[in-house]
């Protein structure tokens, strides 16, 4: 086996301990030549702003709970990644967006770790323009405070996601 981090501690086909797990992402199985690909899974995040504001949630649950974070959330399957950042924004804000309220901006990789799998993920992150700074979390158990933090006072150190922080530092800090 390899010395990588790894989840796995039998071929999930036969049950043996002679295989490889390459890079956190194929397991090949010498045994039995099972493979499998832990591919990458998609998730989305909106940048809500208003005035010279942007919109943080402050997490609730790790990975990295209590660093800043933008709303949103892993795709569900068969559905399109606007689907998915309506949806989640519904869940943990209560906001009613639909897809022509949202702009994309770009993705970034990152790397979620939770309950000792790694994750690769991609992150697909949007912005949306509010008229009001009226907002309110009701996904308590994913979200312990929203914060407007402006353009000029964010401190990307205290954002936890990897992906998250690049986003703010190349598309938001530079402008």
Not at 95 to 104: G, M
Request: charged share 25%; hydrophobic share 40%; net charge negative.
């Amino acid at each position: 086996m390899s010395t990588e981090t790894n989840f796995f501690k039998y071929c999930p086909n036969c049950a043996s301990k002679n295989f490889t797990y390459h890079n956190n992402f194929k397991l090949h199985c010498k045994d039995c030549d099972f493979v499998l690909y832990h591919n990458i899974a998609a998730a989305v995040a909106v940048v809500f702003t208003f005035e010279d504001k942007m919109l943080f949630t402050v997490r609730n649950v790790n990975p990295d709970k209590g660093k800043l974070d933008l709303p949103g959330g892993f795709i569900d399957p068969n559905e399109t990644a606007e689907e998915a950042a309506c949806r989640e924004i519904k869940e943990e804000l209560g906001l009613v967006i639909t897809s022509t309220d949202i702009r994309y901006i770009t993705t970034a990789p990152n790397h979620y770790v939770f309950k000792n799998v790694a994750y690769r993920t991609m992150d697909i992150i949007y912005e949306c323009a509010l008229s009001n700074d009226d907002v309110s979390i009701t996904a308590k158990d994913e979200i312990n405070e929203l914060i407007w933090i402006k353009r000029t006072e964010i401190e990307v150190n205290k954002i936890g996601f990897v992906s998250i922080r690049k986003v703010i530092e190349e598309q938001y800090l530079q402008r």
